[in-house]
Protein backbone atom coordinates (compact mmCIF):
# COMPACT_ATOMS: atom_id res chain seq x y z
CA UNK A 1 0.00 0.00 0.00
CA UNK A 2 1.16 3.49 -1.17
CA UNK A 3 1.30 5.88 1.34
CA UNK A 4 -1.55 8.42 -0.23
CA UNK A 5 -3.78 5.33 0.14
CA UNK A 6 -2.62 4.79 3.50
CA UNK A 7 -3.22 8.48 4.36
CA UNK A 8 -7.00 8.27 3.15
CA UNK A 9 -7.61 5.30 5.33
CA UNK A 10 -6.17 6.89 8.84
CA UNK A 11 -8.53 10.14 7.69
CA UNK A 12 -11.66 7.89 6.86
CA UNK A 13 -10.86 5.86 10.31
CA UNK A 14 -11.07 9.49 12.28
CA UNK A 15 -13.54 10.64 10.26
CA UNK A 16 -15.84 7.88 11.30
CA UNK A 17 -14.62 8.22 14.76
CA UNK A 18 -15.46 11.90 15.26
CA UNK A 19 -18.85 11.19 13.58
CA UNK A 20 -19.45 8.78 16.28
CA UNK A 21 -18.34 10.97 19.10
CA UNK A 22 -20.43 13.78 17.80
CA UNK A 23 -23.99 11.45 18.30
CA UNK A 24 -25.68 12.72 21.68
CA UNK A 25 -25.36 10.50 24.55
CA UNK A 26 -28.43 8.33 25.01
CA UNK A 27 -30.23 9.80 27.81
CA UNK A 28 -30.84 8.05 31.32
CA UNK A 29 -34.24 8.18 32.85
CA UNK A 30 -33.98 9.88 36.44
CA UNK A 31 -34.14 7.00 39.05
CA UNK A 32 -37.78 7.59 40.51
CA UNK A 33 -37.89 8.37 44.44
CA UNK A 34 -38.85 5.88 46.46
CA UNK A 35 -42.50 6.39 47.98
CA UNK A 36 -42.29 7.30 51.65
CA UNK A 37 -45.38 6.32 53.37
CA UNK A 38 -46.58 9.44 55.47
CA UNK A 39 -46.28 8.64 58.73
CA UNK A 40 -49.38 9.09 61.38
CA UNK A 41 -49.61 12.24 63.36
CA UNK A 42 -49.12 11.74 66.92
CA UNK A 43 -50.04 13.46 69.79
CA UNK A 44 -48.28 13.14 73.16
CA UNK A 45 -50.50 12.18 75.78
CA UNK A 46 -48.80 13.41 80.15
CA UNK A 47 -51.31 12.90 82.75
CA UNK A 48 -51.26 15.79 85.23
CA UNK A 49 -53.77 13.29 87.21
CA UNK A 50 -52.45 9.93 87.24
CA UNK A 51 -49.94 9.25 90.59
CA UNK A 52 -47.50 7.24 88.21
CA UNK A 53 -45.33 9.87 85.54
CA UNK A 54 -46.44 8.76 82.10
CA UNK A 55 -46.43 9.72 79.20
CA UNK A 56 -47.83 7.89 75.52
CA UNK A 57 -48.31 8.98 72.13
CA UNK A 58 -52.01 8.01 70.27
CA UNK A 59 -52.94 7.87 67.02
CA UNK A 60 -56.03 9.61 66.11
CA UNK A 61 -57.92 6.77 66.86
CA UNK A 62 -57.53 6.53 70.63
CA UNK A 63 -59.05 9.25 72.90
CA UNK A 64 -58.57 9.70 76.60
CA UNK A 65 -61.44 8.18 78.56
CA UNK A 66 -60.78 8.78 82.00
CA UNK A 67 -58.11 10.08 83.99
CA UNK A 68 -57.76 9.74 87.31
CA UNK A 69 -54.97 9.25 89.89
CA UNK A 70 -55.64 5.45 90.01
CA UNK A 71 -57.08 4.41 86.40
CA UNK A 72 -55.92 6.14 82.58
CA UNK A 73 -57.98 4.54 80.02
CA UNK A 74 -57.69 4.82 76.65
CA UNK A 75 -61.05 4.28 73.99
CA UNK A 76 -60.92 3.66 69.93
CA UNK A 77 -63.55 4.08 67.10
CA UNK A 78 -61.12 1.23 65.35
CA UNK A 79 -60.96 -1.50 67.71
CA UNK A 80 -62.87 -3.38 69.77
CA UNK A 81 -60.74 -3.29 72.49
CA UNK A 82 -60.06 -0.60 75.62
CA UNK A 83 -56.82 -0.20 77.08
CA UNK A 84 -56.34 0.86 81.08
CA UNK A 85 -53.58 1.77 83.43
CA UNK A 86 -54.30 0.82 86.44
CA UNK A 87 -52.28 1.33 89.79
CA UNK A 88 -53.22 -1.41 91.69
CA UNK A 89 -52.35 -0.08 95.30
CA UNK A 90 -55.61 0.57 96.54
CA UNK A 91 -58.40 -1.32 94.15
CA UNK A 92 -60.80 -3.81 95.27
CA UNK A 93 -61.36 -7.06 93.45
CA UNK A 94 -64.48 -8.94 93.63
CA UNK A 95 -63.86 -12.63 95.05
CA UNK A 96 -66.39 -15.08 93.34
CA UNK A 97 -65.62 -17.80 95.46
CA UNK A 98 -67.38 -15.61 98.64
CA UNK A 99 -70.39 -13.78 96.82
CA UNK A 100 -68.19 -10.82 94.97
CA UNK A 101 -67.67 -9.55 98.03
CA UNK A 102 -64.92 -7.10 97.17
CA UNK A 103 -61.12 -7.99 98.80
CA UNK A 104 -57.76 -6.20 98.42
CA UNK A 105 -55.80 -6.56 95.15
CA UNK A 106 -53.63 -9.57 95.86
CA UNK A 107 -50.20 -9.38 96.18
CA UNK A 108 -49.68 -12.32 93.50
CA UNK A 109 -52.32 -11.20 91.01
CA UNK A 110 -50.91 -13.85 88.36
CA UNK A 111 -51.30 -16.26 90.87
CA UNK A 112 -54.72 -15.03 91.77
CA UNK A 113 -56.05 -14.46 87.83
CA UNK A 114 -55.18 -18.07 87.22
CA UNK A 115 -57.02 -19.16 89.98
CA UNK A 116 -60.08 -16.99 89.85
CA UNK A 117 -63.35 -18.55 88.60
CA UNK A 118 -64.24 -15.60 86.06
CA UNK A 119 -61.25 -15.68 84.30
CA UNK A 120 -59.89 -18.49 82.40
CA UNK A 121 -56.08 -18.45 81.60
CA UNK A 122 -55.56 -19.18 77.64
CA UNK A 123 -51.75 -18.05 77.87
CA UNK A 124 -49.04 -16.49 80.37
CA UNK A 125 -45.94 -15.30 79.37
CA UNK A 126 -43.23 -13.09 80.50
CA UNK A 127 -42.71 -9.28 79.29
CA UNK A 128 -41.61 -6.29 78.81
CA UNK A 129 -43.00 -2.53 79.20
CA UNK A 130 -40.80 0.63 78.71
CA UNK A 131 -38.21 -1.62 80.14
CA UNK A 132 -39.89 -3.00 83.17
CA UNK A 133 -40.17 -6.90 83.70
CA UNK A 134 -43.72 -8.27 83.99
CA UNK A 135 -46.05 -11.58 82.92
CA UNK A 136 -48.69 -11.14 79.94
CA UNK A 137 -51.56 -12.94 80.43
CA UNK A 138 -54.19 -13.73 77.99
CA UNK A 139 -58.13 -14.85 79.26
CA UNK A 140 -61.70 -15.50 77.96
CA UNK A 141 -64.62 -14.71 80.33
CA UNK A 142 -67.16 -17.59 81.42
CA UNK A 143 -70.79 -17.15 81.54
CA UNK A 144 -70.74 -16.65 85.35
CA UNK A 145 -69.86 -13.05 84.38
CA UNK A 146 -73.40 -13.25 83.03
CA UNK A 147 -75.33 -11.08 79.87
CA UNK A 148 -75.85 -8.33 81.94
CA UNK A 149 -72.56 -8.06 83.38
CA UNK A 150 -70.86 -7.70 86.45
CA UNK A 151 -68.42 -5.77 88.23
CA UNK A 152 -65.58 -6.93 89.65
CA UNK A 153 -63.36 -4.41 89.67
CA UNK A 154 -63.32 -1.42 91.86
CA UNK A 155 -61.10 1.93 91.46
CA UNK A 156 -61.67 5.30 92.74
CA UNK A 157 -64.37 6.51 90.97
CA UNK A 158 -65.95 3.73 89.02
CA UNK A 159 -66.10 0.03 88.83
CA UNK A 160 -64.58 -2.58 85.49
CA UNK A 161 -67.24 -4.83 84.78
CA UNK A 162 -67.41 -8.14 83.00
CA UNK A 163 -69.69 -10.00 80.65
CA UNK A 164 -70.22 -13.78 78.56
CA UNK A 165 -67.57 -14.06 76.00
CA UNK A 166 -65.64 -11.04 76.48
CA UNK A 167 -61.95 -11.21 76.30
CA UNK A 168 -59.54 -10.34 78.39
CA UNK A 169 -55.84 -9.26 78.12
CA UNK A 170 -53.78 -8.55 81.47
CA UNK A 171 -49.63 -7.20 81.58
CA UNK A 172 -48.90 -6.91 85.65
CA UNK A 173 -45.54 -5.03 86.30
CA UNK A 174 -45.05 -5.72 89.91
CA UNK A 175 -42.33 -2.76 90.42
CA UNK A 176 -42.65 -0.05 87.75
CA UNK A 177 -40.60 2.41 90.47
CA UNK A 178 -42.23 1.20 93.29
CA UNK A 179 -45.39 1.17 91.84
CA UNK A 180 -47.70 -1.94 90.97
CA UNK A 181 -49.28 -1.70 87.33
CA UNK A 182 -51.70 -3.07 85.71
CA UNK A 183 -51.83 -2.94 82.19
CA UNK A 184 -55.20 -4.22 80.66
CA UNK A 185 -57.23 -4.88 77.53
CA UNK A 186 -60.77 -5.94 77.40
CA UNK A 187 -63.19 -5.92 74.43
CA UNK A 188 -66.23 -7.25 73.27
CA UNK A 189 -68.63 -8.50 72.12
CA UNK A 190 -66.40 -9.18 69.17
CA UNK A 191 -64.51 -12.03 67.75
CA UNK A 192 -60.94 -13.77 68.60
CA UNK A 193 -59.97 -12.33 65.52
CA UNK A 194 -61.36 -8.65 66.59
CA UNK A 195 -60.03 -8.70 70.05
CA UNK A 196 -56.23 -9.67 68.63
CA UNK A 197 -56.26 -6.78 65.63
CA UNK A 198 -57.47 -4.49 69.13
CA UNK A 199 -54.65 -5.90 71.19
CA UNK A 200 -51.66 -5.56 68.26
CA UNK A 201 -53.11 -2.21 67.87
CA UNK A 202 -52.74 -1.28 71.73
CA UNK A 203 -49.03 -2.84 71.57
CA UNK A 204 -48.10 -0.39 69.42
CA UNK A 205 -49.18 2.16 72.38
CA UNK A 206 -47.65 0.64 74.39
CA UNK A 207 -44.40 0.71 72.73
CA UNK A 208 -44.14 4.38 73.03
CA UNK A 209 -45.05 4.62 76.53
CA UNK A 210 -42.35 6.36 79.17
CA UNK A 211 -42.89 5.96 82.63
CA UNK A 212 -40.61 8.42 84.70
CA UNK A 213 -39.66 8.53 88.77
CA UNK A 214 -42.99 10.06 91.00
Not at 30 to 37: H, M, S, V
Not at 125 to 144: H, K, L, R, W
Not at 164 to 170: G, I, P
Amino acid sequence: MNTSKLLVSVLMLVSVLLTACAQAPTAIPPTPAPTIAPTQDLTMFSSKTFKLPMSVSLGSQWKVAEDYPDVVTLLSDDYYVDLAFILVKDIKLADPKNSFTQVAFPDDFVTWIQEHGLFPIVKTQPVVVAGFQGTEINAIVTSDCGVNKKSWLFYSSNAWNCRTDEYYHFIYLDNVYGERLLIMNSGGPASEDDFKVGVEASQKVLDTVVFSKP
